[in-house]
């Protein structure tokens, strides 16, 4: 079976993960801090998927059409 995310997307969450435990990932305009995990994963997959990076569709985007 094909791996699911590329490396580059591996590579973002890795440093939304490491900004996230140092305290500084924010989100959005509203600038507050992340404070869940899955959240900064979510945050490092979407900036993957914006470099163009391999990651499929998120439940929220498939969902739609």
Known sequence: MPRKYGPKAQEEVKKAMKEYKK????????KKKVEKREQAVAIGL??????GGKVPKS??????K
């Open 59 to 64: 439940k929220k985007q498939s969902k739609g």
């Open 46 to 51: 979407d900036q993957a998927r914006r470099k």
């Open 23 to 30: 305290g500084k990932l924010t989100i959005g305009k509203s």
